[in-house]
């Protein structure tokens, strides 16, 4: 059950307003392609243009406020999908230069007609997007998104409920269900990616470099690609793309056609990374007892286990 506006906490609120418009926006636009983040990049690149702007991926980032690694990936998939034009800057090689296509331009101008339609009926409580408790909203939000945080290192972070003050009590934690299982797989991945965003690597490329890494010799280029497949339940033409930008960086090298190695600029990477990573899982995992351990490791297989079974089953029959 929901709490009430009355027991609800504003960052609670706040939550719940980002998660019900990032899906209202991802229904919105999909039958023009795009997702609600693809719109957001497309959208900025669209208003910067209009002011006579050709951002690089860098400066879009900021823009947006999205990760520089995250803009670079979904600048790659709107380029492969004819609306993006990525190029180098010729004063700066190191910079990407991104702009529309003429066919970028047309389904951006459709889907802000869109968007704005259904922020309309978003802010419609409100009197309309033109109204003066919109507009102070707006300001409100603004001030918000401007005022900065100042973590205190100092003090102890306290896990507390949504809608209380007080801290969740010890003796009454979560039962394990899908949403915590989540939670936990998307804050341990977030930390990774904080880890490998210095290096310039994703999470994609450090898994796919941790097998060949592990591995006594050369790999079969194929055979990884299954494994990471398999590991991430993503697309195998995504995975070979991964391959190829770590070949391209030098970080694994190709033998021939068909086999595989990592190169010591690689081995160097999954490395340090892993360095800098061991003592953050440590804190992770402090305290736990083995036990707890064991027993959540037994039921987090079995789950994987039907989850796998689901996917197999709704794959078909003679599916790869």
Same mark, same amino acid.
């Given at each position: 059950m929901s709490p009430t506006s009355e027991e609800a906490t504003p960052g609670y609120l706040v939550w719940r307003l980002s998660t019900k418009w990032r899906v209202a926006v991802?229904?919105?636009?999909?039958?023009?392609?795009?997702?609600?983040?693809?719109?957001?990049l497309v959208a900025s690149l669209h208003g910067m243009r209009r002011?006579?702007?050709?951002?690089?991926?860098?400066?879009?980032?900021?823009?947006?406020?999205?990760?520089?690694?995250?803009?670079?990936?979904?600048a790659r998939a709107l380029e492969t999908?004819?609306?993006?034009?990525?190029?180098?800057?010729?004063?700066?090689?190191?910079?990407?230069r991104l702009a529309l296509t003429e066919e970028g331009s047309e389904v951006t101008r459709h889907s802000i007609k869109v968007v704005q339609g259904l922020l309309q009926q978003l802010l419609e409580p409100l009197g309309g997007l033109d109204s003066e408790r919109a507009r102070d909203f707006t300001r409100e939000l603004a001030l918000l998104l401007d005022t900065p945080l100042h973590a205190d290192p100092e003090k102890e972070a306290v896990m507390t409920s949504p809608t209380a003050s007080t801290a969740v009590p010890a003796s009454a934690p979560p039962a394990?269900?899908? =949403? !915590?299982?989540? @939670?936990?797989?998307?804050?341990?991945? +977030?930390? &990774?990616?904080?880890?490998?965003?210095?290096?310039?690597?994703?999470?994609?490329?450090?898994?796919?470099?941790?097998?060949?890494?592990?591995?006594?010799?050369?790999?079969?280029?194929?055979?990884?690609?299954?494994?990471?497949?398999?590991?991430?339940?993503?697309?195998?033409?995504?995975?070979r793309a991964v391959v190829a930008e770590l070949v391209e960086s030098r970080l694994l090298a190709a033998e021939s056609t068909t086999f595989l190695t990592i190169t010591d600029a690689g081995r160097e990477l999954y490395r340090t990374?892993?360095?800098?990573?061991?003592?953050?899982?440590?804190?992770?995992?402090?305290?736990?007892?083995?036990?707890?351990?064991?027993?959540?490791? =037994? !039921?987090?297989? @079995?789950?994987?286990?039907?989850?796998? +079974?689901? &996917?197999a089953a709704m794959a078909g029959p003679g599916a790869e």
């Open positions: 991802d229904r919105a636009v999909a039958p023009l392609g795009l997702t609600h983040a693809q719109y957001a002011a006579g702007l050709r951002p690089s991926q860098r400066q879009l980032a900021d823009h947006t406020g999205l990760e520089p690694l995250y803009v670079s990936k979904l999908a004819g609306l993006l034009e990525r190029t180098r800057d010729p004063q700066d090689p190191r910079a990407v394990l269900n899908p =949403r !915590v299982i989540a @939670l936990a797989h998307y804050a341990g991945r +977030a930390v &990774l990616e904080n880890v490998l965003a210095r290096h310039g690597a994703t999470f994609q490329q450090s898994v796919t470099l941790r097998l060949v890494a592990v591995a006594d010799g050369p790999v079969d280029r194929e055979w990884l690609v299954g494994e990471v497949v398999g590991a991430l339940k993503t697309d195998a033409a995504a995975v990374t892993g360095n800098e990573t061991a003592p953050i899982s440590a804190r992770i995992y402090a305290g736990i007892p083995d036990g707890d351990l064991a027993t959540a490791g =037994r !039921v987090l297989s @079995l789950i994987n286990e039907r989850a796998n +079974a689901e &996917l």
